[in-house]
Each structure stands twice: as C-alpha cells, then as structure tokens.
C-alpha cells in the first residue's frame, strides 16, 4: 500500500470507530487473524484472542443497546468514553510504520471519530424525540449496514470507502438537519406571535 492509502485507511477505521468502534475494532482483529490483510505492527493486538473476545462480546451488547430507543442515547454518551480513543488509536496504528504512534495521527484520528460520533449521537436524538417508533430501528439497522459495508471495503480500496464514508455522513448531516427542523416545528418551537 502507498502511504496516501494508508493514510485513507488510518482516517476511514478512526471515522467507522465513531459509529462502531466494537466492529470495528473486530473487523479489523478478524482480518488480520485471517491473513485477509498485513496488518502494521501497532494493529497487531487487534488478532488477541483477548481483544478479539470482548470486542465480539460488546458488538453483541451494543447491537442490542442501539436498538433501544432512549437506551441507545444513553449507550451513545457512553460510549464517548471507548469510540474516540478507539478512533485515535486505530488511525495512530495504521499510520505506524514501527509501532510508535505520532501525537499528529492520534489527534486526526480522535477527531474523525469525534466528528462521526457526534453526528451519530445527535442523529439518535432527533430521532428519539420523534412520535414514531420505527425510526430508530432503521436508523440503527442502517448504521450497521453501513458500518460492515464501509469495513469490508476499508481494507480493499480505503480512498472509495472514505470517500463513500463521508458522503454518507454529509448526508447523514442533512438528515440530522431536517428532522430536527421537522421535530421542532411538530413539537411546538415554531410557535406562532401573539399581539
């Protein structure tokens, strides 16, 4: 790999580490323990059987603690606690080339996770906040798929699942936006003047 795809790779697992950080972290320890991909030194403790253990055990609670409206709120805050540093050292880890992670990688990779997370959270508010329940379903399920979908392509061809990433994540953004004007008006914060 060259270093520019490295550097995709760094930034797409520190972005998918904002949404899933416990797949992620998985996926990652699976691929390598597979032989799928060379793995950089400092992403080797991914293939513990240790790592590998509780990361599947928390991708389980957190697949059902994410389907949970107003539970997954609570999951989400948190989780700020495990997805940005997870972000920070998966990036830190790719972009190492002798296992030191650099200040410069650890910081770019936190705040991608942060920037995910952030719109994730914030995301799962608007929606809990809205009068039907179903959306947080498909909001979860549709994070899932994009979270499996974005690794099983991070490792092949990082730069288009980066470039994927982030436009789901603008439009995410959009979403966010709209339903948030959407649950303002529904809930009374437009309220009409009065003379």
Known sequence: MTEAHIFALGLALACLAGVRAYLTVFGVGIAGLMGWVDLPPALAVTTSPWVLGTAGALVVVEFSADKIPGVDSGWDLLQTLARIPAGAFLAAAALSDDGQLSTGALVMGGGAAL???????????????????????????????????????????????????LGVLGTGALVVYWLARWVWRRTGGARPRTA
Do not use: Q
């Open 115 to 165: 920037g995910t997370h952030a719109l994730k959270s914030s995301t799962r508010a608007v929606i809990n906040a809205s009068p039907e329940p179903l959306s947080n379903w498909a909001a979860s399920v549709s994070e899932d798929g994009v979270a499996l979908g974005a690794l099983a392509l991070v490792f092949a061809y990082p730069w288009l699942a980066l470039v994927l990433l």
